[in-house]
């Protein structure tokens, strides 16, 4: 049965500098019990997507612009702010990004952990404190008891995280939104996060939403994969179907962009060229486009639709058995998914159009004359001689004055 449907979500910020916009347009669907992975670089939208489902963007800046957000049949979006409070860590709970930044320094856990229960249950203090010392001893920190009345800051990163899972399962919700739950962790303190949530989800048949960088997280996380991309999901597949065969462009370059342990010694990995586009202009054609070594020309004008890689299969936007969706004009071939490139006669670039920026020019400026005919390094260079503008991309992937170096 379907917990959650969002459905065309579009996300703008309003800032002195211009409209950011950082969802355009996400669709996805979640069943109860599923775990589901959301990952792309930062900055792509993912933390956004799931701050709009539970209406906890910034203000004054942030805008649910468009769209819906369907759970349990209730449009998310069109409720009250008081309904909305009351979904909130009884229906739909958060861990947050970054545990330290989230619990108030200046109260204890156990104020903060009884404070969570008792804004949802009408329950006395000993009962609200019995289950935070429950909750405590469940996520793995010894003498619960005694660690009620301590503060944040007494408390390692990976206890501090435990902490956090605890408040967010303290009421037992139905779907569970982990933003990097492993973020500053040491490997062996992830695992046991890791398999914490795992169990938890599982034991419960809480719904979880696994928001992440790190594919290996998600590899034996979650049953289906969302990329994400400025904004928009480019891929969507069942885990194990994405990692076999990846079709978007931006997933080849994700996972080409960390090493493997079954790689040959010597092996090379080969980076996503440039940066991610400026979320303060509106893509025209595909965002990747700029980026992309398998570009068409149609890929500068038309963003290309989530469509089925089999186009004569059933759709099934749920579960382990969902339908393998790509959002590309030119998918990479098998032989091209295992290379990391575009392969043969296929490795000719779309030139831009006319003022469009080019980060495969750019990140290839001073690239060795011994390439092959038509490589990236000698794709057109969209910026002309008379330009009084640099073609050294900034941080935000935006032409820098010379006088300001």
């Given amino acids: 049965m379907t917990l959650l449907a969002v459905d065309d979500l579009v996300v703008?910020?309003?800032?002195?500098?211009?409209t950011i916009h950082a969802v355009n347009g996400v669709s996805f669907e979640l069943e109860e019990g599923e775990r589901l992975g959301l990952v792309g670089e930062s900055g792509c939208g993912k933390s956004v997507t799931n701050l709009?489902?539970?209406?906890?963007?910034?203000?004054?800046?942030?805008?649910?612009e468009g769209g819906r957000v369907v759970f349990e049949g209730v449009d998310?979006?069109?409720?009250?702010?008081?309904?909305?409070?009351?979904?909130?860590?009884?229906?739909?709970?958060?861990?947050?990004?970054?545990p330290m930044t989230?619990?108030?320094?200046?109260?204890?856990?156990?104020?903060?952990?009884?404070?969570?229960?008792?804004?949802?249950?009408k329950v006395s203090n000993s009962a609200a404190r019995a289950r935070a010392?429950?909750?405590?001893?469940?996520?793995?920190?010894?003498?619960?008891?005694?660690?009620?009345?301590?503060?944040?800051?007494q408390f390692s990163g990976g206890m501090r995280q435990r902490v956090m899972i605890a408040i967010a399962l303290a009421l037992e919700?139905?779907?569970?939104?982990?933003?990097?739950?492993?973020?500053?962790?040491?490997?062996?303190?992830q695992a046991q996060v890791l398999d914490l949530l795992r169990n938890l989800t599982t034991e419960h048949g809480t719904a979880l939403i696994l928001i992440t960088h790190d594919l290996g997280v998600v590899a034996g996380m979650t049953q289906r994969i969302n990329v994400m991309y400025a904004g928009f999901i480019v891929e969507t597949a069942a885990t194990a179907d994405l990692f076999e065969?990846?079709?978007?462009p931006y997933t080849v370059g994700l996972l080409h962009s960390i090493p493997r342990i079954d790689a040959p010694p010597g092996e090379e990995l080969v980076p996503i060229e440039g940066r991610p586009p400026d979320m303060r202009h509106a893509p025209a054609g595909c965002p990747f486009a700029p980026r992309c070594a398998w570009r068409?020309?149609?890929c500068w004008s038309e963003n290309p639709p989530l469509r089925a890689i089999d186009p004569t299969a059933r759709v099934v936007s749920t579960g382990a058995a969902s339908t393998h969706q790509v959002a590309c004009h030119n998918p990479p071939t098998r032989e091209e998914r295992e290379a990391g490139r575009p392969l043969g006669d296929r490795y000719h670039p779309a030139p831009p159009p006319s003022g469009a920026l080019d980060e495969l020019s750019m990140a290839r400026v001073g690239a060795s004359a011994g390439e092959p005919d038509g490589a990236i390094g000698e794709t057109a260079d969209v910026w002309p001689e008379s330009s009084s503008v640099s073609a050294s991309p900034s941080a935000g992937g935006l032409p820098i004055d010379p006088t300001d170096r």
């Fill in 12 to 18: 703008r910020f309003r800032t002195r500098d211009g």
């Fill in 52 to 64: 709009a489902i539970m209406r906890l963007l910034p203000k004054p800046a942030g805008h649910l």
């Fill in 76 to 98: 998310l979006a069109k409720v009250s702010e008081s309904d909305i409070r009351d979904i909130r860590g009884k229906d739909i709970a958060m861990i947050f990004q970054d």
């Fill in 102 to 121: 989230s619990l108030n320094p200046v109260l204890t856990i156990g104020e903060q952990m009884v404070e969570t229960i008792q804004a949802h249950r």
């Fill in 133 to 153: 010392v429950e909750l405590l001893s469940m996520v793995g920190i010894p003498k619960p008891e005694a660690r009620l009345g301590d503060f944040p800051h």
């Fill in 173 to 189: 919700p139905k779907l569970l939104i982990a933003d990097e739950p492993t973020t500053a962790l040491d490997v062996t303190i």
């Fill in 245 to 248: 065969s990846p079709s978007h």
């Fill in 296 to 298: 068409l020309d149609v």
